[in-house]
Nanobody, 123 residues
């Protein structure tokens, strides 16, 4: 199982970016998917999370500006980021909770992280 994140980049304050994260492999099901972010020297913090049923959770700092969504058929989670601020600059990581997958004929369940994607908000 692999998670591949994309969509980061450089944007001016007030601009928008859309992050995507695709989970691939012999996946049978995924519970929640989400996005965290981390600046150097800081702890990784939750940005947004969405359950398989579509229930969403957001950090207070991004409520009203970011929107998380997922396509269960494509094992993909998205993060639409609007009205970006300087303080949104971070490396963003996607996570998939409790993936049930097949390996060598057996079922397994684990959490997986994607590689980070850099989001830089700068004028």
């Amino acid at each position: 199982v692999q998670l591949q994140a994309s969509g980061g980049g450089l944007v001016q304050p007030g601009g928008s970016l859309r992050l995507s994260c695709i989970a691939s492999g012999s996946i049978l099901s995924i519970d929640a998917m989400g996005w965290y972010r981390q600046a150097p020297g800081n702890q990784r913090e939750l940005v947004a999370r969405i359950t398989s049923g579509g229930v969403t959770t957001y950090a207070d700092s991004v409520k009203g500006r970011f929107a998380i969504s997922r396509d269960n058929a494509k094992n993909t989670v998205y993060l639409q980021m609007n009205s970006l601020k300087l303080e949104d600059t971070d490396v963003y990581y996607c996570i998939a909770d409790r993936i049930v997958y097949l390996s060598s004929g057996s079922h397994y369940m684990a959490d997986f992280w994607g590689q980070g994607t850099q989001v830089t908000v700068s004028s």
